[in-house]
């Protein structure tokens, strides 16, 4: 037969095996607190519970009570992650970025803005221009150039000085080395279209090009 001490001395016990198996996400520390009190309340006088006993749980109370302070503010730093994301991500919208990238969507009617990266100065850099179609349609010399970023414009005109229409374009920088020629990142523009929230990171949808994290981008424009 059970006595009052018998069940008072496995109530937490009980609430452990019972939180454990448990799919109810409400347990928490007003459940602990609650069964803690009662067993106070009912253990057998002639067999109180001892010292370290009862500081063990209390101990375990707050365990439970940190954790559930600790979701509570992380909850509200992610909360405010996101209010954070979304504000920077409707100020991108309709503006120009510059991100690493070989195509570009060109308004031909004017001046094109680009720039390469140059890894060491080189006496022949160059940037050879395609169509979509994948076809060369200019070229722009840039001569001798030192290290570092380097800027180029094209005028929109293809070899024989036509304007071509506006579209899709790709660059290939190159660079001429004692070795042999080498290939060039390029920083390209592009426009904002829209921003999806969610995941990891901030991704923007950019004009004709598709979809870049934000951590891409190097530059904001106006």
């Known amino acids: 037969m059970s006595t009052v001490g018998d069940v008072s001395g496995t109530a937490l016990d009980q609430y452990q095996i019972k939180n454990e198996r448990s799919t109810n996400k409400d347990l928490g520390k007003n459940e602990f607190l609650n069964l803690l009190v009662a067993q106070l309340n009912n253990q057998n006088p002639l067999e109180p519970q001892s010292n370290g006993e ?11 009570e940190g954790i559930e302070k600790l979701n509570t503010s992380m909850g509200s730093l992610l909360t405010g992650y996101q209010s954070s994301q979304a504000l920077q991500a409707s100020s991108l919208v309709g503006r120009k970025v510059i991100i690493p990238s070989e ?16 890894p060491a100065s080189s006496s022949n850099v160059y940037v050879n221009i395609y169509d979509k179609a994948g076809s ?3 070229r722009v010399n840039l001569g001798e150039q030192a290290a570092g970023n380097v800027s180029f414009i094209w005028d929109g005109k293809d070899s024989s000085g036509n304007l071509l229409p ?9 660079a001429s080395y004692a070795e042999g020629t080498k290939g060039l990142y390029t920083m390209l523009p592009a426009n ?7 995941g990891s990171e901030l991704m923007l949808n950019l004009a004709g090009l598709g979809s870049v ?4 981008v190097q530059v904001i424009g106006q």
Request: charged share 15%.
């Open 54 to 64: 009862f500081i063990a749980q209390l101990a375990q109370f707050s365990q439970v």
């Open 103 to 118: 195509k570009a969507v060109v308004d031909t009617s004017e001046s094109f803005k680009a720039s390469l990266v140059l």
């Open 136 to 138: 060369a349609v200019s």
């Open 166 to 174: 506006p579209g899709t374009y790709k660059f290939e920088a190159q």
């Open 192 to 198: 904002v279209d829209s921003v999806t929230l969610g």
């Open 213 to 216: 994290p934000m951590s891409q």
